[in-house]
Every structure is written in C-alpha cells, then in structure tokens.
T-cell receptor, first 115, second 114 residues
Framework: EAGVAQSPRYKIIEKRQSVAFWCNPI?????LYWYQQILGQGPKLLIQ????????DSQLPKDRFSAERLKGVDSTLKIQPAKLEDSAVYLC?????????????FGPGTRLLVL | GNSVTQMEGPVTLSEEAFLTINCTYT??????LFWYVQYPGEGLQLLLK?????DKGSNKGFEATYRKETTSFHLEKGSVQVSDSAVYFC?????????????FGQGTELSVKP
C-alpha cells in the first residue's frame, strides 16, 4: 500500500515570496491533516479536513496561510507572503477508521527554509 | 489546556542498555496516548498506542503503560540497538474514536552507540 506522498521535499525561498505544498493521502483515507514542525519542537496542527470540509483550522494563520482539499483527495497548503518564522517542516497525515479506531499515517514532510 | 511534556534530550546510550523516555500529559477528559518515532530523513511512524488507563502498548521491543494516576506514558526498552537511534515523540488525542488532532511533546532524540 502506497503511503502519504508529499512534494516538494525541500524548498528555499526568500521572505515575502509565496510557496505551495502538495499532499496525496493514502487511498480511501477521509481525514487529512497538515502539521507544522519547527526545529526542536513537536508537530502542531495547522488544519484538519474531513473529506473536502474543514474540521479544525483554529491554529492556521489565515492572514498568510491557506489550504484546500479539492474533491476530498489531494490537498495543497499555501503560504503568501512567507516570513522567516515559517521555516519548518510541513507534515501531511491521513487517517481512516478501522474497528472503531483511527491511526494517522504521516508523509515524509516538506522542509521549508525562508531566507 | 491539553499538553504533553517529554524529558529533555539528547539521550545517549550504549548498545544493549536499558531505555526510559519519560512522558507526562495534561488533558481534559480521557485521552488516547501514542509514541511516534522519526528516523533521520523520514516521516513520523506510529510506534505504539494505548487508549485507556492501564493499557500497555508494545511494538518492536518497546513498551509504554498508560498511567492515569500519574498522568504518564513512559517509553521503555530493555536492550537498545544502534538502529533505534531516532527522535521519539509522545502524543495524545482526545477524540480517538472519531478522529482528532494529535498534540505532541517536543521530542526526545536518542543516540545509541555501538
């Protein structure tokens, strides 16, 4: 079974530029998450989708971050304009319910450096 | 609020040594608890989980017991190997059966020397 795919794996941009990340979840997984992992910290949720609807975006800086999940499959996360403090690894995860329980599966992440 | 606190790293051990990584949590309600592992250059992988008090999660020789009275979920392994070198994250979620966000600790880096 293919895992969660993310691209690009690495991105370097200058501050005030825009950037977009792409995520393809595991086939059939209804729930998709984007997490931000700053160096030396644990991941923090940015946004959670259930199919193509947003469940939780309370920690998403909406003045600069946006995300969408068209057709309830792939998802993109965009930052515009980027700030130095956005340098982090952006992790995508997907989950499915089996036997009444859910497990999140993570992609390899996109490492962003803002100069 | 809900949070997870892990022991500071890095932790450096010799091969075959005993490992303990401490994890305590604060949560409203009844969380489910997880340990995830992140090998260099890879994504997070679920190592083990426990969904209710006194449950013991285990996998690949690692164990952790959900202790409600001490709000802890310490990770242990009797004999570590060089291949166990990674960053370990303790996490909780409050809506396990319905799908919910994971709240992570800051991670503990483990380095095992031959």
């Amino acid at each position: 079974e293919a895992g969660v795919a993310q691209s690009p794996r690495y991105k370097i941009i200058e501050k005030r530029q825009s950037v977009a990340f792409w995520c393809n979840p595991i086939s059939g997984h209804a729930t998709l998450y984007w997490y931000q992992q700053i160096l030396g910290q644990g991941p923090k949720l940015l946004i959670q989708f259930q199919n193509n609807g947003v469940v939780d975006d309370s920690q998403l800086p909406k003045d600069r971050f946006s995300a969408e999940r068209l057709k309830g499959v792939d998802s993109t996360l965009k930052i515009q304009p980027a700030k130095l403090e956005d340098s982090a690894v952006y992790l995508c995860a997907s989950s499915i319910r089996t036997s009444g329980q859910e497990t999140q599966y993570f992609g390899p992440g996109t490492r962003l450096l803002v100069l | 609020g809900n949070s997870v606190t892990q022991m500071e790293g890095p932790v450096t051990l010799s091969e075959e040594a005993f490992l303990t990584i401490n994890c305590t949590y604060t949560a409203t309600g009844y969380p489910s608890l997880f340990w995830y592992v992140q090998y260099p250059g890879e994504g997070l992988q679920l190592l083990l989980k426990a969904t209710k008090a006194d449950d013991k999660g285990s996998n690949k020789g690692f164990e952790a017991t959900y202790r409600k009275e001490t709000t802890s979920f310490h990770l242990e392994k009797g004999s570590v190997q060089v291949s166990d070198s990674a960053v370990y994250f303790c996490a909780l979620t409050l809506i396990y059966n319905q799908g919910g966000k994971l709240i992570f600790g800051q991670g503990t880096e483990l380095s095992v020397k031959p």
